[in-house]
């Protein structure tokens, strides 16, 4: 009987009501929790495995871009940086105008050995041209088709700046036969003026000339050449 009072007596911890209102309370803290509380980890891992896939794909495309340019690119064997040294030579000009009145033409045999054999033209077999992406639309040659020929530029600037020369000489009458047997064409000597115009400033030497009262005769003064070509600077100066 006591017990069954006692089981009668006894309160409960929460009442109905605050029952209904802790349910209520409970649903809605759970029920409106922010998006990133929500879904915050899960998109962090997908962005952490999205930014190590992209690394991933980055790098393979590189790594292949790197493998395409050793194929079709510039060899630094043939097309790099040459290494250079200071060649020392004269600017002077006296005694030109002297010698240019007796009708003598100023270093005939300087220019004349401007140039090697073939005139600066090569010859490159397609695997070549091929390997080191250069045009291959130039004319085959003769002796081999698999063969193309290409003329180096600087000996086409070197050409035309020869051509301007003996024009000089061809109308102040010290040339006295055109050498081409084409005859003395404007359009050729004006293409080689300009030739020469957009070599040298494309390649325009840097070398600091010394100024003074007497700069027109300055002596050993240093230019800087490409090492490979110093042979045939120090030949001819």
């Known amino acids: 009987m006591d017990r069954e009072n006692g089981s009668s007596s006894s309160k409960p911890l929460l009442k109905a009501e605050d029952y209904d209102e802790h349910l209520r309370w409970s649903e809605r803290s759970h029920g409106h929790r922010s998006p990133w509380a929500r879904y915050g980890p899960f998109l962090l891992v997908c962005a952490v495995l999205l930014a190590v896939s992209n690394a991933f794909l980055l790098s393979k495309s590189l790594s292949s871009w790197r493998d395409e340019k050793s194929l079709t690119g510039p060899d630094p064997a043939y097309f790099g940086s040459p290494d250079t040294l200071p060649v020392p030579f004269s600017h002077d000009w006296e005694g030109l105008l002297d010698q240019e009145r007796d009708g003598y033409r100023y270093a005939d045999e300087e220019w004349s050995q401007l140039f090697p054999a073939g005139g600066g033209s090569v010859a490159l077999t397609s695997d070549f041209i091929q390997q080191h992406g250069i045009a291959a639309n130039a004319a085959p040659t003769p002796e081999d088709p698999d063969k193309r020929i290409y003329l180096i530029a600087g000996y086409h600037q070197l050409h035309c700046l020869s051509v301007v020369r003996d024009s000089i000489y061809f109308l102040n009458g010290t040339l006295t036969e055109w050498p081409d047997s084409n005859g003395f064409i404007w359009d050729h000597v004006l293409h080689c003026l300009e030739a020469v115009r957009?070599?040298?400033?494309?390649?325009?030497?840097?070398?600091?000339?010394?100024?003074?009262?007497?700069?027109?005769?300055?002596?050993?003064?240093?230019?800087?050449?490409?090492?490979?070509?110093?042979?045939?600077l120090l030949s001819r100066l």
């Open 198 to 232: 957009i070599g040298l400033t494309c390649f325009l030497d840097p070398t600091l000339i010394t100024l003074n009262e007497t700069w027109y005769v300055i002596d050993e003064q240093k230019h800087t050449f490409p090492e490979t070509f110093t042979y045939l």
